[in-house]
């Protein structure tokens, strides 16, 4: 899901829609109208609007202003050539507003859409000047889309409390009330971790028993590392929260 919204004015929004998805690897959203469109790449959503006097994006401002397309604020699209970026957009007719410029971070050229709007293409040669890499509208690296590794660890270590919670409360004693509380707490918040919706509740739940025992038992003279490995899996997990939603 897109993080950051940028609106361009154009002329022709039917025009515009196939150079941004075929040229510059943007993912048509929506186009439910001839004047509006919404496309997408990666954490970046462009918004296009066409002057519009009724209303939308593309409305007269209050003075009478009329929204133009053109102007030199633009957003950059990351390349790994900038040289063969540049040749096949020449060859599909696109419009340049330089040659390629040389600066201290990177090189970078303007290349400009079907109604005159900039869209800076940039090579980095700096580490640090660097985006995340793009690999294709339906490969965008998202640091909310975790690996496999992690869904799979999130699972493991939540159904493994789940089991050990409910386990130790099955087996108390009838006396052992505090025990079973505990347990009972431990094992609701084993469920509420493994839904990604409450997995922040549930974390606290988990953490809120698991760090007393380990007090508990370290005042007894008793080392559990097992403990200290589930509470620092569940501030792991937590710590990724959002890339599990």
Do not use: C
Not at 80 to 87: C, G, R, S, T, Y
Not at 194 to 209: C, K, S, Y
């Amino acid at each position: 899901m897109a993080t950051v919204q940028v609106r361009y004015i154009v002329h022709d929004v039917e025009a515009a829609i196939p150079f941004y998805t075929q040229r510059l690897g943007f993912t048509l959203e929506m186009h439910p109208a001839p004047a509006f469109a919404m496309l997408s790449r990666g954490d970046l959503r462009l918004v296009l609007s066409a002057p519009n006097p009724n209303a939308g994006g593309g409305q007269s401002m209050p003075d009478g202003t009329r929204p133009e397309p053109g102007g030199l604020n633009r957003f950059a699209v990351a390349v790994d050539d900038i040289a063969a970026a540049v040749e096949a957009l020449r060859e599909a007719g696109a419009r340049f507003r330089s040659d390629i410029i040389t600066g201290v971070g990177g090189r970078q050229v303007i290349v400009e859409d079907p109604s005159g709007n900039p869209v800076e293409l940039f090579e980095p040669t700096r580490p640090e000047a660097r985006l995340g890499r793009w690999r294709g509208p339906h490969h965008a690296e998202d640091h909310r889309k975790p690996s496999p590794a992690l869904h799979a660890f999130h699972l493991i270590l939540g159904l493994a409390l789940l089991w050990g919670s409910v386990h130790t409360v099955l087996h108390l004693g009838a006396t052992e009330v505090h025990a079973r509380v505990v347990g009972a707490v431990e094992a609701v918040g084993a469920g509420a971790f493994l839904v990604p919706r409450t997995l922040q509740v549930g974390a606290a739940l988990l953490l809120v028993t698991i760090l007393p025992a380990v007090v508990l038992h370290a005042v007894r003279g008793e080392w559990r590392p097992d403990l200290l490995v589930y509470a620092a899996g569940v501030l792991l997990v937590a710590t990724h929260r959002r890339a599990l939603a």
